[in-house]
């Protein structure tokens, strides 16, 4: 009697041996409908095995307690008293049972996927109950196992930098308002992508090794089975734009493995990530500042966080086991990489005063303190139908004309990343009662010192004695018209005393529309 039997095996859910594993198993067993191991018994008639030959190797005699044939993880026959540990167990008795187990992982062609790994043919020799000849010839293979990503959109990480840390180095020009000018020119952010974005199962291979780590002499392996890398779609553009230069941001490779950076049209590096290509940590670090849309009033609305958008920047990672068969996974990084807007504050302290250490965002800002803008003029030196109408005493520098801009409101206001962008208007009055002159249209007052409405398309109203003029660009002006009325609270007090006039405030803001405003408080000296 001939038979020919092929047994194929799988080496992904052949058991751990411990409970270090928490399936039981050495792979990632999915399920494919193959074993770690087979049974059987050949139909002898009541006859008996009485040897097993394998190519290379003399026949070995099977006994009523069997014989085990050893194989390791190139799949070749162990010869007796070789220590190498076996990948496959071929059991036989005399009485015809068998058992084939995979116990260990094995060494399948590179890079093949779920291939198989074929082992020698061996031939098994023994009688039937009716004494006739009986032969075996056995053929195995076992299937390769490969790694499996996973991925948990509850562990993927988010990054998130801000305008605030960046400083005078960058393109802009402009001081992050919580960025301490002795500390280091950036923000930045950090996390990981290994065991948070992907999980990866090497399976019964295990990962990839590469020579080195081990003990001098010992010809240590050191694990190598991560390879992450960043990949760039659409070209780069990231329609985010730099608030320095309003260019889109455009997104290259630097040439160093793992790194990234932002530049904007003029070259200005915005922002760079750098990721480790084995381990999986990235830094995102922002060195210029971005573009906010206009204040929208809504909590965490677009003015206050821009984010990457989807299909501009991924992250992609190659997984490699022991015997070179690798998988790959990506992760759109989109709506992950957030940007935080930086807004004006107010200023405090002088030139003397020493700065924190740290920068902890209060250094520029004192709650429940607006601070004051001042211009001061006189009256005796104002013209009228060409004569001056006062004694013009040549108190310099005061004039009946005062002037201030922003070397004066850069005083009051640390405009941030974003850096100056314009003044929008004077707003006059509080509550719901305050009305808002634009710029380019001029503030009247009255002999008394109060605001008084314009004339007609904005033309100076009868009674106006001073007027106030400010520009988008920063500059205001303050220009006594006519006699001023010192006594305008009831009460003279002699000499060259001043008139209040009625406050207003300048309204301003910065490079990517974020408001503030500040106090002007004006006056003017009496003639006497």
């Known amino acids: 009697v001939r038979v020919n039997l092929s047994i194929t095996l799988e080496e992904e859910s052949a058991s751990s041996g411990s409970g270090d594993s928490v399936s039981g198993v050495i792979g990632n067993d999915e399920d494919e409908g193959l074993y770690s191991y087979q049974q059987g018994t050949f139909d002898l008639g009541g006859g008996s095995i009485s040897s097993i030959s394998v190519p290379g190797f003399s026949p070995v005699p099977v006994t009523a307690v069997g014989v085990t044939i050893y194989f390791n993880a190139q799949g070749e026959p162990i010869p007796q008293g070789d220590p190498t540990p076996p ?9 015809g049972s068998y058992t084939l187990t995979v116990v260990g992982p094995l060494q399948h062609a590179p890079g093949g996927g779920e291939n198989f790994l074929a082992l020698p043919t061996v031939t098994i020799n023994g009688v039937t109950g009716e004494g006739g000849a009986f032969t075996a010839e056995v053929g195995m293979s076992v299937q390769d196992d490969i790694p499996v990503i996973e991925s948990s959109t ?55 090794l590469h020579p080195g780590g ?62 480790d290509p084995q381990t999986g940590a990235v830094v995102m670090t922002q060195t210029g500042a971005i573009r906010h849309a206009t204040p929208d009033g809504e909590e965490g609305g677009l003015d206050e966080l821009q984010a990457l958008g989807k299909g501009v920047l991924s992250v992609v990672l190659a997984a490699t086991d022991n015997d070179d068969d690798t ?34 965002g209060t250094q520029y800002l004192r709650e429940g303190l607006e601070p004051s803008l001042s211009l001061d003029a006189e009256e005796e030196s104002v013209r009228v139908d060409g004569d001056k109408i006062g004694n013009d005493e040549n108190d310099l520098p005061l004039t009946s004309t005062a002037n201030g801009g922003l070397t004066q409101i850069n005083g009051a206001i640390d405009w941030g990343a974003d850096g100056f962008g314009q003044l929008t208007g004077v707003r006059v009055g509080s ?21 008084m409405p314009s004339g007609p398309g904005g033309a100076r109203p009868e009674g106006a004695a001073a007027s106030l003029l400010v520009e988008a660009s920063g500059s205001y002006t ?41 106090a002007l408080e004006t006056r003017v000296q009496d003639d006497v």
């Open 431 to 451: 509550g719901e009662t305050a009305s808002v002159v634009p710029v380019g249209q001029t503030v009247w007052f009255s002999a008394d010192g109060s605001v």
């Open 327 to 360: 998988v790959m996974a990506e992760l759109d990084l989109g709506g992950r990489l957030l940007f935080g807007d930086d807004e004006p504050v107010y200023r405090y302290g002088d030139d003397e005063q020493e700065w924190p250490d740290e920068g902890d």
């Open 478 to 518: 303050l220009t006594v018209l006519a006699t001023m009325n010192h006594a305008a609270g009831g009460e003279v007090v002699q000499g060259e005393d001043w008139l209040n006039l009625e406050t207003v405030r300048l309204m301003g803001e910065d490079g990517d529309g974020d408001p503030i405003t500040v």
């Open 87 to 95: 990948a496959v167990l071929l059991v036989i008795t005399s009485s």
């Open 214 to 275: 081990g003990s001098e002499g010992e010809g240590g392996k050191t694990p190598d089975g991560y390879a992450f890398a960043f990949q760039i779609g659409s070209g780069g553009a990231t329609g985010l734009y730099a608030t320095g230069t309003n260019t889109e941001i455009v997104l290259s490779a630097t040439g160093t493995p793992g790194e990234v950076v932002g530049r904007d049209g003029s070259g200005n590096v915005i922002l760079t990530l750098q990721m």
């Open 154 to 208: 509850e562990g993927i990480p988010t990054l998130m930098t801000s305008d605030r840390g960046v400083n005078e180095a960058t393109n802009t020009g402009s001081e992050g308002t919580e960025n301490n000018p002795q500390g280091p020119d950036a923000d930045t952010d950090s996390n990981t992508f290994n065991g948070t974005a992907f999980v990866v199962s090497f399976g019964a291979d295990g990962p990839k």
